[in-house]
């Protein structure tokens, strides 16, 4: 990643022309430099010239309180083997590439005398190594004379300075890309690592194929008749029959009436053509070249991201922006508890004011009706007294009442018991007289 910031002056100034050999030192080293000293020689800016400088190198955030080189690696390396580096600005190695030319003596001197001639008179800075990886500088489109801060993340840096290399290796070679707001639109559609260039290509792609379809007449879909004529005629001379025999004529005039009937379509629908002048896309063409033009895309990705980690870049910077817009959200969503937190404070604040209020009314109200009250205290015993007498009364009502109806109910049943027995005396006499009748009209 590119920005912009402020950097110190640079330090060790040598000319080496091409990486020297060098062994891997071991971490703890490394960071010891960076944390004494800020620099580090796995770090190096090169020129045109052929001179590197060491620049400014910025411990990860997460790592700032570990002093001791020991204890910072332990913990860089626990963080790499885990997968659990920081994200964001904690987890990044700043290097702050110098701005302005090569500050060697002899580049210096050359720029001093001739002003006019600075880019072949001083070098310019043209890739950062870190390790084995070598990122190029010239693709940032960065004036001369501003600094390049670069972050590199911690799994990264942890990795490419302790990579062996020397003259004979190839170097790992990558296309820096700017940060977010540090791009402008023309720099966005001229970098070659960025994805502008990328989109004005298959822009252009996706127009030549509109063009093309468009350009190219449409054909009719069918066999033209020279050529279904001599399909014809091959089918013929490969009938496996004798001329001689009966049935080579039925078969030829079968062939030929094939063939007549391909031509009476193909006229007809020449015909529709000429009148309704046929499509006005060459819809094949178009999808022929789509096509084509995937397959390139996709082989020139796969360079590219063999090459540059194109790809990988575009996928970091997706989630960056993706982490960036969840913390966008959090903190809106943060912003609104607090913000219903204080209005249901006041909320609760203003009920509490109201029942105050309230209380003091009701305190005011009792306090004003005990003088009535103590005015009137002998209506009120007479009152309690008429009640009293009204209650008493209903109440002797009523036991008189229930006196009244359990004597009314014990009348009513001896008068029905009276008049079972009656009617048990008359059936039995009835029963008796029966049976006298009975014995006489037996005798």
């Not at 204080?342 to 203003?350: E, I, L, M, P, R």
């Amino acid at each position: 990643q590119v920005g912009s910031f402020n950097f110190s002056a640079p330090v060790c100034l040598r000319k080496d022309p091409q990486p020297h050999a060098m062994t891997a030192r071991d971490l703890a080293v490394i960071l010891g430099d960076i944390i004494r000293k800020n620099r580090c020689p796995e770090v190096v800016v090169e020129y045109s010239c052929g001179h590197t400088c060491q620049p400014e190198v910025q411990l990860a955030p997460f790592l700032a309180d570990k002093r001791e080189p020991r204890v910072a690696a332990r913990t860089l390396r626990v963080a790499v083997r885990k997968g659990s580096p920081p994200l964001g600005d904690d987890g990044v190695f700043r290097i702050e590439v110098p701005g302005g030319f090569c500050q060697h003596a002899g580049c210096a001197s050359g720029t001093a005398k001739s002003s006019s001639s600075s880019d072949s008179a001083g070098g310019q800075r043209t890739a950062l190594r870190c390790g084995a990886v070598s990122m190029d500088l010239v693709s940032a489109c960065e004036a001369a004379e501003n600094p390049i801060p670069v972050g590199i993340a911690a799994g990264q840096f942890t990795n490419w300075v302790q990579l062996n290399y020397s003259d004979d290796q190839e170097v790992q070679r990558i296309q820096l890309t700017s940060c977010t707001g540090s791009q402008t639109w023309r720099q966005f559609f001229t970098t070659p690592g960025s994805f502008g260039p990328v989109l004005i290509a298959m822009g252009l792609w996706v127009l030549g194929c509109f063009a093309y379809a468009l350009y190219a007449a449409p054909q009719i879909p069918m066999v033209s008749p020279e050529l279904f004529y001599q399909q014809v005629q091959e089918q013929i001379e490969n009938i496996p029959v004798p001329k001689s025999s009966p049935h080579y004529a039925h078969y030829r005039q079968y062939y030929l009436q094939q063939y007549q009937q391909h031509l009476a379509q193909y006229r007809e629908m020449e015909e529709d053509w000429a009148l309704n002048k046929g499509p006005l896309l060459h819809w094949g063409a178009l999808l022929q070249g789509l096509g084509l033009g995937t397959w390139l895309f996709v082989a020139i990705l796969a360079f590219c991201e063999y090459q540059y980690t194109t790809v990988t870049t575009w996928m970091e910077t997706v989630e960056e922006r993706w982490a960036e817009w969840r913390r966008r959200c959090s903190a809106d969503k943060a912003e609104k508890l607090e913000r219903g937190k204080k209005a249901k404070a006041q909320q609760a604040g203003g009920k509490a004011d109201g029942a105050k209020a309230n209380t003091a009314g009701t305190k005011q109200k009792a306090v004003s009706a005990k003088p009535q009250a103590d005015k009137e205290p002998a209506k009120e015993v007479q009152k309690q007294e008429g009640s009293m007498r009204e209650k008493l009364q209903q109440k002797l009502s009523e036991r008189q009442r229930k006196k009244f109806r359990a004597e009314v109910e014990a009348t009513v049943a001896a008068s029905l018991e009276a008049r079972a027995e009656e009617e048990q005396a008359a059936a039995h006499g009835d029963s008796e007289m029966l049976a006298k009748t009975s014995e006489e009209g037996s005798k």
